[in-house]
Structures are given as C-alpha cells and as structure tokens.
C-alpha cells in the first residue's frame, strides 16, 4: 500500500477470492487489465457478448480502452469444493493518451499457450509479455511490457535482461529470492515486492539458496503522462474522468450496451 503507483502500472493484486464474492458488473475506462490465474477459476463476461472461463496457468489480458463494462466471478464448485478459492494476479497497465479511447480488445491464452524459457535445468519461466532467453509472448501491449513467471529449485541462479528504460518490480508469491549481484544481494520474501532502482542495470541476477521459489517479474515503457485515477477509470485530467462518469451514466461514448446490460451470473 506504500506504493501508489509505478508508471506505467496503475495496481497489482494478489487476489483470493470465496465462492460467494467475485466482482459483479463494473465498468472501465482508459487502461487494460490482465488476470494470471495460480488457482481456482473465474468467469468473465461483458456487455459486448465476450464471455469465458480461466483457470490455473491461463491468461486474460483486457484493454478497456473507450469502455467496456463486466463482471468478473469465480465458479462455483460443488459441495465438497466449496472452500476452494479463485486465487491469481491482477496487474493495470496505463494506457498512453493516443490510445485510451481505443476500442475494447481481448487477449487470453490458456497456459499450454503460454510459451516457456529454460535456460538451465531448475528454472522455468513463462514469458506471458515481452521476451526471455530467446522466447517471446505473443501478447501485444500496446504500453511496452514484460511479464514473467519465474519457478525456480533451490541452489539456482539465472539473469534477466531487461530493457534500461523500463520501470519495474519483483513479487514473490513464495518461497525466497536473491535479487542483485552475489556481493550486494537483497531478499525477496513471499508477498514481498522489491523495486529496481532507476540506476539498476539493464540485467538482473536472481538466485535461490536453500528453498524452491516462485515469483513474477513485471517491468514496462514508463508513459511519463499525467494520470487521473477516480475509481475504475484512468484518464488524463480529472475533467476527462468527469467526462467519462457522465458518459457512463448516460450511455454515451463507448458506454452504450451498458444501459440496459446485466451479466447472467456466476456458472454452476
């Protein structure tokens, strides 16, 4: 919570979600949203038609763009599953000026889709945006980005080039992570997020010691633009955002299917 944000990233969510909660038709508006499921499955559809369930390893990656409105559920199990959780991340990515009034657009891969670097035996990474040891995503991003999934053994060292012009971030979701050159390294706990530093080098050395670990490493293009957040919508200046709630409740401007628009609900 210490951290706002870190251009162009707008908020990352580790979220675990009950059967019973999930989050109901809502709009956006000037961003894109990407959800990595770890565990569990959700349901997604909006008020375009767009519907689809993903689960464990796979990938939604949403540009709202002018405005999309949706709901985004987990599904319900049976009985004897119901303590089962919808568990993954949710990353926002700003969107730069020329493109936040861009059609709505969709992306998503299943996690057999998702192509895998190993550089060495120990290390898997899925390159979900941007590129690793040779392997590329074939995600576009319209604000330059780099998502990766790193599992790692113990007794593990890897690099990662990443662009110098980039802004970026580890999180750890378990285990623990040595992040930086052997003499100056720093530790990376689960649910802990370590920032690269604007003097950092454009490769990064990560080690495990005595225990397995399992982390993202997300870096992007920083847009250097002026960025009014109210609620769901990411516009310029707050005059943009007003506009964006009058049209919202009007119907107007992107928003017009979300007049009379109801999700059908969580899928048994």
Known sequence: MSLRALDPFLLLDEFSVPQNGGFPDHPHRGFETVTYMLEGQTHHEDFAGHKGTIGPGDLQWMTAGRGIVHSEMPVRLPREQEDERAHGLQLWINLPKMHKMCEPQYQELLDAQIPRARPQDGVVIKVIAGDSHGVYSQIYTRTPTMFLDFKMDK????????????????????????????????????????????????????????????????????????VVQIGPFVMNTREEVYETYRDYRDGVNGFERGRTWNSDGTPK
């Open 155 to 226: 007794n593990q060292t890897v690099t990662q080039t990443i662009p110098g012009s980039y802004t970026g971030f580890i999180y750890v979701l378990s285990g623990t992570a040595y992040i930086g050159d052997l003499d100056s390294e720093t530790e990376a706990k689960a649910h802990h997020t370590l920032l690269f530093s604007e003097d950092s080098t454009s490769t990064v050395t990560i080690q495990t010691k005595d225990e397995a670990a399992h982390f993202v490493l997300i870096a992007g293009e920083p847009l250097r633009e002026p």
